[in-house]
């Protein structure tokens, strides 16, 4: 039987799944937080039970070591040879990966040379990625990059109008994000498309972080995310596209510096800065309910960023067959989805069973009515078994 793990390393986090492959079928999962201190907490979910505990986690080696004890412990695995493969989610892959690459020198050192393009991420990804090397040392191991699938974009939809030389010299372009989501998502999407030669599909991850992207023929030719995760639509904490002067403007006005500034369009915009209630959805919607006007324009603006990007992709693929929701709010927020479609109705002709939405929550279902121009599709994502497919794949094509 193969096991294989997807792992997702963040600076203080390590975020683990164990799937038996190539069943896809999820053995167990867990996380360990607040690496680094003394009262970190290792959580690990296995048949029904979660188990936590606080305990010291100083650095992710030893995030990796109790994940090992704990899988011994419980009787998942016998010995650690019994997993053949890592499935390593790493944002940022700049201009050199365009799929799934097997941990070697070079995928390190290239990794290594866009920390400036994903300064928190990739360097947290590459301290995840040594502390299994350490543990687990002849283990088939994958880099799964988030830009990834966007790479597929031609030039007019990945550069900026910005001085040439700023591109070439500093690759300093649209990279987007979400590509592995986008991806699990056109590929599962593809079933309700039957006999469409060209099946022209716009996707809509819209968690806290959300991005929209524009698919053909299974491949990005757009996506709304751009040198970094901050461009796009308005999101939970980011500010999405802006007029680039406001940040000089507001820099200006406020004294603050661009770095100060940069942290606030991060990380207190969006539904957060806008509403100053929440970057929640849950409870933006709350506040709506309670005539909160400042909750009411951040929903409104909302919705208004992602529709606008559902119209440009619309034009961008020369009209769509199908629209997914998908993510936290996608899959959640039943009102979400039908702001959305009610908003653009008009010009796309688009229409869901009213009924139907109501109800779901994080269930796929095909949403649009027969009559519906285009069709609509909640589909929930699943980032982790995108990792643990091409770590699988990866381990096959090294053992032929
Ligand atoms: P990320 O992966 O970017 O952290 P998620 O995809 O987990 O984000 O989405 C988080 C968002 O989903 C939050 O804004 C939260 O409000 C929203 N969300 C989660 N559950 C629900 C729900 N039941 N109803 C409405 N929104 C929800």
Do not use: W
């Amino acid at each position: 039987m193969a096991k294989v793990m997807a792992v997702n390393a963040g600076s203080s986090s390590l975020k683990f799944k164990l799937y038996e492959m190539p069943e896809e079928k999820v053995i167990c999962s867990g996380n360990a937080e607040r690496i680094g201190h003394e009262d970190a907490i290792f959580g690990i979910k296995y048949n029904g039970e979660n188990d936590k505990k606080v305990l010291p986690i100083l650095d992710h080696a030893r995030a990796v070591e109790l994940l090992v004890e704990a899988l011994i412990e419980k009787g998942i695995i016998k010995s650690m040879d019994e997993i053949i493969a890592l499935g390593h989610r790493i944002v940022q892959g700049g201009k050199y990966f365009s799929h799934s690459e097997l941990f070697n020198k070079d995928t390190e050192d290239k990794i290594e040379s866009l920390i400036p393009l994903a300064p928190l991420h990739n360097k947290a990804h590459l301290v995840g990625f040594r502390a299994f090397k350490k543990i687990l040392p002849n283990v088939t191991s994958v880099a799964v990059f988030d830009t990834a699938f966007h790479q597929s974009m031609e030039e007019q939809d990945y550069v900026f109008p910005i001085p040439y030389e700023y591109t070439v010299k500093y690759d300093c372009r649209r990279y987007g994000a979400h590509g592995t989501s986008h991806q699990y998502l056109a590929e599962k999407g593809a079933k309700y498309l039957p006999g469409i030669k060209h099946p022209r599909i716009i996707s809509c991850h819209i968690g806290s972080g959300a991005s929209i992207t524009a698919i053909k023929d299974g491949k990005c030719v757009a996506t709304s995310m751009g040198l970094t995760p901050l461009g796009g639509i308005m999101m939970g904490t980011r500010t999405g596209d802006l007029d680039p002067s406001v940040m000089n403007y507001l820099c200006k006005c406020t004294g603050k510096s661009v770095e100060e500034m940069y942290q606030i369009f991060n990380k207190q915009s969006g539904l957060l800065g806008v509403s100053e209630v929440s970057n929640d959805s849950r409870d933006i919607a709350a506040a709506c309910e309670a005539k909160n006007p400042k909750a009411l324009l951040a929903d409104k603006l909302f919705i208004r960023r992602v529709c606008d990007y559902i119209g440009q992709y619309f034009v961008r693929l020369g009209g769509a067959d199908l629209i997914i929701f998908s993510a936290g709010i996608g899959e959640n927020s039943p009102e979400f989805r039908q702001k959305v479609i009610d908003e653009i109705a008009p010009a796309l002709g688009v229409e869901i069973d009213r009924e139907l939405n109501k109800g779901l929550r994080g269930k796929e279902a095909l949403l649009s009515t027969p009559n519906s121009k285009i069709k609509v599709a909640l589909i929930p994502t699943d980032e982790e078994v995108m990792l643990a497919r091409d770590a699988y794949k990866a381990y096959l094509e090294e053992h032929k």
